[in-house]
């Protein structure tokens, strides 16, 4: 077989190739390139790590809520200290929440699970109510200084 054959065939398996393989829409591939998701494991223990992941996030970030709504105003006027201790506790576990959340962002996108973009959507709405919150520690500290 000489070098222009070989070449040739090359190309016709290479043009099979990319036919075979699904095309993504515009968006998807710019959430890949954002979450730096370069490849899809989709199996069934990748879309259980998903899960798990999204589980951890979402109990993370009760914690958080119990913590910072709940359990410090409570024990701020009982233990006598001020709001500012409870700003950096606030923070620590607003930018857990974060990297748990976009850890599980990640694992979904990984998989290439069906409602990735579900999840995109929910995890955006925390992420937003996590930045309110991190502004307004972070003021409480500014101000307390």
């Known amino acids: ?42 199996t ?4 259980q790590s998903a899960h798990r992941n999204m589980q951890i996030a979402m109990i993370i970030t009760g914690i958080r809520c119990i913590i ?8 701020v006027p009982i233990i006598g200290l001020s709001g500012a201790v409870s700003a950096p506790i606030g923070i620590g576990l607003s930018i857990i ?27 955006a709405v925390i992420f937003i109510v996590l930045a309110i919150a991190l502004v307004s520690d972070i003021s409480t500290i500014v101000r307390g200084a």
């Not at 910072?68 to 024990?75: C, H, K, S």
């Open 68 to 75: 910072t709504y709940l359990a410090i105003p409570i024990a």
């Open 1 to 42: 077989m000489s070098a222009v054959d070989e070449l040739s065939e090359t190309q016709e398996q290479s043009s099979s190739i990319a036919e075979l393989a699904p095309t993504r829409p515009t968006a998807d591939r710019f959430m890949r390139a954002l979450l730096r998701v370069n490849g899809i494991k989709k």
């Open 44 to 47: 069934r223990k990748a879309e």
């Open 97 to 123: 929440a974060v990297v748990t959340g976009i850890s599980s962002l990640r694992q979904f996108w990984r998989s290439d699970h069906k409602y990735r973009w579900m999840y995109t959507a929910f995890i």
